[in-house]
T-cell receptor, first 115, second 114 residues
Framework: NAGVTQTPKFQVLKTGQSMTLQCAQD?????MSWYRQDPGMGLRLIHY???????DQGEVPNGYNVSRSTTEDFPLRLLSAAPSQTSVYFC??????????????FGQGTRLTVV | QQQVKQSPQSLIVQKGGISIINCAYE??????FPWYQQFPGKGPALLIA?????SEKKEGRFTISFNKSAKQFSLHIMDSQPGDSATYFC?????????????FGKGTSLLVTP
C-alpha cells in the first residue's frame, strides 16, 4: 500500500493563479480531509469528506474548493491564489472502527508558495 | 478559536530525561485524543491515542495521562532519546456521523540533547 499520496510536493504560484493539489489513498478509507500547517498555528482543517459525493467545510475553507467523485481521490482547488495561502498542505484519510474514530493517515505534504 | 491549547511551545530535554507536554480542551463532546509526531519535511504520524474511558495509556516509552474532570491530557516520554527530537501535536475529535475532524494544538518542538 502506498498510503496517502500527495502531488506535487512543491509549487510556486503567482497571485491570482489557480491550481489543484492532488490527494489519493489506496486504503479504502471513507473519510478524507485537507489541513494547512502554518508556523506556530498547528494544523487547521480546510475541508473534509465523509464519502464519495459528500463534502463539508472545516475551520478555514475560504478560497478553497473540494470534490469527492471517488473513494480514492480528494483534490483541493485554489480558485485564485493569494499570498495568505502560502502554507504546507496535508491530506489525510481515516476510517471508523464501528462508531469510533481511529488513526488518521497523513500524506507527505505539499509546500505551496504564492508570490 | 483554538479548541485545544498546548504547552510548552518548545522543550529541551537531556538524553535519558522525561519530556512532558500538556494539552487542555474546553469542548466536553471530544471523545478521542491522539498525539501525533512530525519530523521535518514529513507528514504527522500517530504516536499514541486515548479515549476518555481510561485515565492512562502506555505504549513503550510513551504515556498519555488523561484527566476528564480537568479537561486536560498530557504526553510523557520516558528515557527521552535524540531520535525523539520532533514536533508533537495533541489533538481532539468527536465521534459523529457527520465526519472526522481533528482539532490540533499548536505543537511543541522537542529537542533531546545527547
Amino acid at each position: 500500500n502506498a498510503g496517502v499520496t500527495q502531488t506535487p510536493k512543491f509549487q510556486v504560484l503567482k497571485t491570482g493563479q489557480s491550481m489543484t493539489l492532488q490527494c489519493a489513498q489506496d486504503m479504502n478509507h471513507e473519510y478524507m480531509s485537507w489541513y494547512r500547517q502554518d508556523p506556530g498555528m498547528g494544523l487547521r482543517l480546510i475541508h473534509y469528506s465523509v464519502g464519495a459525493g459528500i463534502t463539508d467545510q472545516g475551520e478555514v475553507p475560504n478560497g478553497y474548493n473540494v470534490s469527492r467523485s471517488t473513494t480514492e481521490d480528494f483534490p483541493l482547488r485554489l480558485l485564485s491564489a493569494a499570498p495568505s495561502q502560502t502554507s504546507v498542505y496535508f491530506c489525510a484519510s481515516s476510517y471508523k472502527r464501528g462508531s469510533l474514530n481511529t488513526e488518521a493517515f497523513f500524506g507527505q505534504g505539499t509546500r505551496l508558495t504564492v508570490v | 478559536q483554538q479548541q485545544v491549547k498546548q504547552s510548552p511551545q518548545s522543550l529541551i530535554v537531556q538524553k535519558g530525561g522525561i519530556s512532558i507536554i500538556n494539552c487542555a480542551y474546553e469542548n466536553t463532546a471530544f471523545d478521542y485524543f491522539p498525539w501525533y509526531q512530525q519530523f521535518p519535511g514529513k507528514g504527522p504520524a500517530l504516536l499514541i491515542a486515548i479515549r476518555p474511558d481510561v485515565s492512562e495509556k502506555k505504549e513503550g516509552r510513551f504515556t498519555i495521562s488523561f484527566n476528564k474532570s480537568a479537561k486536560q491530557f498530557s504526553l510523557h516520554i520516558m528515557d527521552s532519546q535524540p531520535g525523539d527530537s520532533a514536533t508533537y501535536f495533541c489533538a481532539a475529535s468527536i465521534n459523529s456521523n457527520s465526519g472526522y475532524a481533528l482539532n490540533f494544538g499548536k505543537g511543541t518542538s522537542l529537542l533531546v540533547t545527547p
